[in-house]
Structures are given as C-alpha cells and as structure tokens.
C-alpha cells in the first residue's frame, strides 16, 4: 500500500515564526503537491514537484516556499506565518503522468495565533 | 481561472437509494477526471477515475462522463450510513501536472 506520512497533525504557531511541515512518501513516486483545505474553498494548489530540486508554483504560493531534496521527501515552508495561514494542509504524491491517482497523506491542522 | 464545480450540498438520501453527485468542469482540454471521497477530519480517498465518455463501474459506484457537456457524474447505488462523506470531484488540466478539485458536495445517508 502507498504511505504518505506528514510530520505533524496538529500544530500551534504564533504569527511571525517559521513554519516546516514535512511529507514522506514510500512508493517511489516522481510527483508531490502540497495543498491546503478550507470550508467552502476545497483543495487549493499550493506547489507541486516533479522531480528532486524541481518545483512549480500551484494556484496560491504566496507566502509559502518548499523544498525537495531527495525524491520520497517535500517540506513546506511558512516563511513567517500569519493568521490567514491557519488551515489544513495536505500531501499527496503520484506516479509521473498527470492522469494517476493522487495518494494524499493525513493532513496537518495549523492554527497560527 | 479553469473550474470545477460542484453543488455544496448538502445532499441526503435514505438508506438503499440511489445517490447521484454531479460536477462540471471548464477546461475543454481536460482528460483525467476523478472522485474522491473524502470523511470527516480524514484525507481524500480516491473511488473511481474515467479517461473516457461514458459510463464506467466498480461496484455500488458508477462514474459517467460526458465531454461535450463537460461533466461528469458519480453514481452510488444502495446507499449506506457509511457512504456519509464529502465527495471531490477532481479534474486533470490538459494532461498536465495540475489537478483541479472543486469544493465537494456533502452526503448524508439516512438509516
């Protein structure tokens, strides 16, 4: 089965610090995306990674920035988070063509004070 | 901005009804198209994807696609309280790397 592992469920922040989340994922897979999750908003783009040190700007990258140095491994960045940061963040990853199946992992809740 | 609608719900049906979720989508181009199932507080869980027009089946779960109209479908037959959850309808932008989700639309299977 395809694991897809964050580093966190539940995080607290105050507004200003920086924030890491990680995503380990077991099946080899080239793609990895970070999103985020809002009530009536659905799932956001926030970037996406094709392949190690390759990355590409989703839908909302502002504030944010990531970073893939080795294949099964995509961290998100909150440069300094702020209150409009607080939501959930998911991982997902897949296999190369854009027509597979996205494997998300668990979800990060932030709540950024 | 490519979209991918879906009507919030939420949408309740009693238990063994047909449940029917429906999703429009913008890009013409698109190719790939999914639906997730998505429980309270847990992550997007894939059901079912279809490539092609038509009808496609795994189940209690039909997909239908119809390109010209541009929307897809998500049938669930014999419903149960465990089919309770919001349902994404996803869409692949053109082959590319991108995939659109749309907001979802919630299920509630009455008992």
């Known amino acids: 089965d395809v694991k897809v592992t964050q580093s966190s469920r539940y995080l607290v922040k105050r507004t200003g610090e920086k924030v890491f989340l990680e995503c380990v994922q077991d099946?080899?897979?080239?793609?990895m995306f970070w999103y985020r999750q809002d009530p009536g908003l659905g799932l956001r783009l926030i970037y996406f990674s094709y392949d190690v040190k390759m990355k590409e700007k989703g839908d909302i990258p502002e504030g944010y920035s990531v970073s893939r140095e080795k294949k099964e491994r995509f961290s998100l960045i909150l440069e300094s988070a702020s209150t409009n940061q607080t939501s959930m963040y998911l991982c997902a990853s897949s296999w190369t063509s854009g027509r597979e199946t996205q494997y998300f992992g668990p979800g990060t809740r932030l709540l950024v004070l | 901005q490519k979209e991918v609608e879906q009507n919030s719900g939420p949408l309740s049906v009693p238990e063994g009804a047909i449940a029917s979720l429906n999703c429009t989508y913008s890009?013409?181009?698109?190719?790939?198209f999914f639906w997730y199932r998505q429980y309270s507080g847990k992550s997007p869980e894939l059901i079912m994807f279809?490539?092609?027009?038509g009808d496609k089946e795994d189940g209690r779960f039909t997909a239908q696609l119809n390109k010209a109209s541009q929307y897809v479908s998500l049938l669930i037959r014999d419903s149960q309280p465990s089919d309770s959850a919001t349902y994404l309808c996803a869409v692949n932008i053109s082959g590319g790397f991108k995939t659109i989700f749309g907001a979802g639309t919630r299920l509630f299977v009455k008992a």
């Open positions: 279809i490539y092609s027009n």
């Open positions: 890009d013409r181009g698109s190719q790939s």
């Open positions: 099946m080899d897979h080239e793609n």
